[in-house]
């Protein structure tokens, strides 16, 4: 069994539980398929919940400079969460998947404001320290490389 939250936690260092919530909103949104279903892995969840933690985890080092754990070692990604498949079929639909994961964040928050908002959020959940604050400029950065 793969639980829901271990890509999360597999590629970010920093931010898994955070970025899993928001996940789980945009999930529950867009309708997207779990990981984990009466004993069998759903590989389309798998690659949805993949290519929201590769996202949150450029956004993540976009604006705290922490890099996460997987960003280039897709080989080990692969063989952590037990994926039969090779390495370029799994970046060819990382690449669909998160495409379609862009579309879906604009069509539900259509301004770079909301974009940058919703992925905000991921600092705003501290409960024993102050929220981190990073640079307008840094999520604007993201937005443009990543969701523009």
């Not at 789980?24 to 949805?48: F, Q, W």
């Not at 933690?53 to 976009?62: G, K, M, T």
């Not at 301004?111 to 992925?119: D, G």
């Amino acid at each position: 069994m793969i639980a829901n939250n271990k890509p999360f936690q597999l590629i970010l260092d920093a931010y898994n539980t955070e970025c899993f919530t928001i996940y789980c909103v945009l999930r529950s949104l867009k309708g997207y398929p779990a990981i984990y279903y009466n004993d069998y892995t759903d590989e389309e969840g798998m690659m949805h919940t993949l290519s929201f933690a590769f996202l949150c985890e450029r956004f993540v080092y976009h604006i705290t400079k922490n890099q996460g754990n997987y960003v280039d070692e897709y080989p080990e990604l692969i063989y952590e969460l037990f994926l039969e498949t090779d390495v370029a079929t799994f970046e060819e639909e990382l690449e669909k998947t998160t495409a379609i994961i862009v579309k879906d964040i604009k069509t539900l928050f259509p301004s770079e404001k909301l974009v940058l908002s919703f992925f905000g959020t991921i600092f705003k959940m501290e409960t024993k320290a102050e929220p981190f604050e990073g640079s307008y400029m840094d999520a604007l950065d993201f937005y443009q490389n990543y969701i523009h």
